[in-house]
């Protein structure tokens, strides 16, 4: 019984085709194989756009906050990915992104405490942190500090860091690693952004580097 | 949470925040509240870039947190607030129509930054608007605060709920994350501080207000106080409000679109004077009475007072039920239906008044017959298939093509009636029948998903012509530096050749693609307002 009635006739349902409107001997539509077509043909042409004044104003507001939001420090890129070597004119490089710095300040006070981040000094390769040297370092800061009118942004942030570790408990376990950049910057008289490595001179960074050089 | 939410909640993270925050948001949303190492684990980044994320996140209010019983704190996404960031450019543009440049600028940096701070608020927009004033005029910090302080007052902004002040023993360890909280009364007071100040150009005053803050904390580290007097009151663009304001625009548009231009003066003046007074969900507004209302009305309308209670009387009466009298005291009280569904069920309700406006309009796509009879079922709630063809005047072939479309879209849905306890098919009525939540929904589901779509096109449209779009950003700058330091009209001709005739076009080409995108994205997010709202109203509704 139960085999019956399935595949005789075309189209047959469970309920009385009639009274939904399919009258006896009317042409279904063929029954569909395949999922719907991922753009479908449009039968008319979609409404226009409001246009106006405040159509145009909201959208090039919208633009400017694309573009504006893409330059605050609340768009986080990820950290310049470590060299495989580490090159002299790592440490001559103007600043590029760094994972372990936030460079904006939050209130920390709103925050749950385990999301604040220590900076770490951006010194590739440099692991052991220089204990004998902190005090020194921290004396030199404090007048280094009031010498320089214009700081960069890292320095700014982990000289504010060193002075917040001062204040918390000493039983933090997190390394501090030493911050030699600053006087690292201080004790050369070149100006950084006249550096260059070199790198890009010489056989191995072109592309034809296997031509013969004459 | 549905995938089309989904995807266009990372969507847009991924836009305006960054890869890293994309992860992270996507991560909790898809898998709910988890702590940090979870976060960790399952988002594969390192350990400061998954903190900066949540402290970016937090910072906008796109996550909360929450301290376990445990002592582990955990986070959890508020995807309808990520969803609100497509709505940014209308509330700006809203603030800029009540307030002017000011108010704009003042919500813009509050939606940008999150919150911050009324000084900090007040510094930057005061500074930016110098930027656009002519050489030597700045502006005063005066006039910014002083639209700051309209602004709380009519709850566009509010306080951010603060760290609790209660001092702990040295004893007591501090908790792992502070809980916020925030009283009623408080969340709208405006601190009494003396901004004096003007604006500052550009080129130092971001660094010596850098300097300036760390001089402070340094000194605070020395045991002066000299944190700024707001120190800890930050201040936050209060949405809800907005969409209040947005409810109230599109009620005022329905009467003007039903009656007359003074009858939604009428009803625009009653929404104003119970702007502040009625609660988020209420279904009508306070009852105001019809001398409050003569006296409210604005200067340029003289009707007399005769003419206003005809009017409110026309209002009270008309089936749409948009003005409700309420009692007799004071000539009359009225009320204003805000309530997006129809009314107490108590009466018949009337077809509620969103759905004759907005379904039918998106029944456009399938004609303007299929509108027809969608709004007949809306109106007679069930018909059989023959009493369709009747009231719609439309020939039973084309009927019945169009309730089968629409039927296969779930926009209507069939209802069986037996005549005969054995549901046997000859012996029972199919009705049409139009369920209104369940096509909300739909469409509102489907509003995402287009809103997705526009955004990965506009993107994939960008990525295609990065290499054009940078060249002739590059251009640019060559022309600008050049004109700066004056160079003759030749060689700026000969600098704007690089980017050639066909690579114009192209770039024509892009920029109006890339604005019929955005428009299209604005013109959607209407409509998910409208959704949203009526969704939200009907569900709440006891």
Sequence with gaps: MAGRGRGRGRGQMTFNVEAVGIGKGDALPPPTLQPSPLFPALERRAAPLPGGEEGEYMLALKQELRRAMRGLPYFVKPGAPRRDIERYSDKYQLSSPVDSAIDWNPDWRRLPRELKIRVRRLRKGRTAPLFAKQHVALDKEETIKKLESLEKKEEEVTSEEEEEKEEEEEGKEEEEEEYDEEEHEEETDYVLSYFDNGESFGPDSDDNGDEAVY | MTQAELRLCSLLLQEHFGEIVEK??????????????????????????????????????LVRYEVQPRGSVEYEARSERILRILRYPRYIYTAKTLYGDPGELLVEELLLHGHLPMSCAVARVADRLTETMEDGKTMDYTEVSGTFVRLADTHFIQRCPMVPESPRSAKAPPPPAPTLAIAEKDMYVVPRLSLVGKGKRRHSCDEEEEGKHKAKRQKQEGGSSETPLDDGIYWQVNLERFHQHFRDQALVSAVASRMDQTSSEVVRTMLRMSEVTTASGAPHTQPLSSNEIFRSLPAGYNIGKQVLDQYLALLADDPLEFVGKSGDSGGGTYTVSILWGGTRTCRAPPSPFPHPSLIPLLLHRFGSRCARIFRLLLRKKHLEQKQVEDFAMIPAKE???????MLSENLVSLQEIPKTPD??????????????????RMLLHRCYKSVANLMERRQHEMRENKRL?????????????????????????????????????????????????????????????VLESFIESTTKRP
């Design chain 2, 469 to 529: 779009l940078e060249k002739s950003q590059r251009v640019e700058a060559i022309l600008a530096s050049m004109q700066a330091t004056g160079a003759e009209a030749a060689q700026l001709h000969e600098v704007e050749e690089m980017i050639t005739g066909p690579e114009r076009q192209q770039l024509e080409t892009l920029k109006r693609n890339v604005n019929k995108i955005d428009a299209s994205e604005n013109q959607v997010d209407e409509t998910i307002f």
């Design chain 2, 399 to 405: 009927a019945k093509d169009m309730l089968y479309r």
């Design chain 2, 24 to 61: 992270v948001g996507n991560s909790l949303l898809r898998t709910g509240p988890r702590p940090l190492r979870l976060l960790v684990g399952d988002t594969g980044l390192l350990p400061d870039q998954v903190k900066k994320a949540l402290c970016v996140l937090i910072q906008h209010n």
């Design chain 2, 423 to 440: 549901h046997a098919p000859s012996r029972t009525f199919y009705l049409y029948t139009v369920n209104v939540m369940a096509a909300a």
